[in-house]
Every structure is written in C-alpha cells, then in structure tokens.
C-alpha cells in the first residue's frame, strides 16, 4: 500500500487551495510539506485532519515560536510555512478552526502575487512588442539566409508570446484580481 504521495499543483486562491487540502484529507492524505507547486502528503485516516493556512505575517518576519506555542496549545498543530503562509492541522475530534483569518495579510499575498504575474504580462507584452519591430527591420533589409532566418524568429517569438499570454498568464491575473477585489469587499462589510 502507498504511504506517500507526491502532487504537482499550482493555486492561485489560496482559499481554494485550504479547500483541496480539507478534500486530500478526506480522501486519507495528510500534507507535511510544500513549495507551492510540489504537495508531498502521508497516508492518514480518510478525514481524521482538518487544514487551514494561515497568514501571520508578524511570526513570519519575527521568527519567533510564540505564534506557534499559542496554536498548539490551542490544539492545533504546526504543518509548515511557506512565503508567509502557515499550514495548520487540527484533529476532526478537535472541532473545526475559527474562521476570520488575517484579511489584511491574504490581501497582502494576493496583491504581491498579482503584481509578480503582472510583471510577467507586461514582459511578455514587451517582448512580443520587440519581436514585432524587429520583424519589420529584418522585412526592409535586403534578403538573404540570416534575415531569412531572422523574420522566422521575429515572427514566431510573438505569436508564441501570444499564446502564453491568453493561455496562461492572463487568466492567471484576471483570477487574482478577483481575488482581491472579494477580499477588499470581505474586509469593507
């Protein structure tokens, strides 16, 4: 019987992630460490831990283990952290966590990953920009095999820069920025 598993996964609502750890859970899956994108888990009871992430921004930056002493005395227990995110366990027989978690902090890493995957969008917006201009300099060139060569290229990089664009990136930004916006009403109610 498999007593590890291993799963490439990427969230970009770290709501959505908290929900599929509580599922892996439910399924006997119990996470003990992640990267972000690389989840390892352990065989478990089918729902015996609940998951919640949490965002102490303050614990993070301090490095101190009060934090962590208060939520063990609580019943939870500490999992890892990751860029300012805190997987917590609790037993199912513990009862579930308190909900509320730190708006301010969620807002925060939503806004720094926005702001990385917009970076992202506009580089590839300026490189597709580039490929485009040089496209039109290597087209009035006289023809040989290198500007042949070359209009291939400057062709090809745009277009490809397109694709990633709307495929990928793209969504990815419009679903933060949902996220942000959801947030912001969250913490105005």
Not at 86 to 115: C, M, Q
Not at 166 to 174: E, G
Request: proline share 3%; hydrophobic share 45%; with cysteine.
């Amino acid at each position: 019987m498999k007593t590890n598993k291993t799963i490439l996964r990427w969230f970009a609502d770290f709501d959505k992630e908290e929900e599929w750890l509580n599922h892996m859970s439910g399924n006997g899956w119990c996470l003990w460490h992640t990267n972000g994108y690389i989840y390892r888990f352990k065989k478990s009871e089918p729902g015996e831990f609940i998951f919640q992430i949490d965002f102490d921004e303050d614990w993070v930056n301090d490095g101190t283990e009060d934090y962590v002493n208060f939520r063990s005395s609580c019943g939870d227990i500490f999992v890892h952290e990751m860029d300012s995110r805190i997987y917590w366990k609790r037993r199912v027989s513990d009862g579930p966590f308190e909900h509320g978690g730190n708006g301010v902090a969620k807002l925060k890493i939503a806004n720094k990953a926005f702001s990385l995957w917009f970076n992202k969008l506009t580089s590839l917006l300026y490189g597709g920009a580039i490929g485009v201009v040089l496209l039109l300099i290597f087209r009035l060139l006289p023809e040989c095999g290198f500007t042949k060569l070359m209009v291939g290229i400057c062709r090809d990089v745009p277009v490809a820069f397109a694709i990633v664009i709307v495929l990928f990136v793209f969504p990815i930004v419009m679903k933060l920025h949902r996220k942000i916006d959801v947030l912001i009403r969250k913490m105005t109610e």
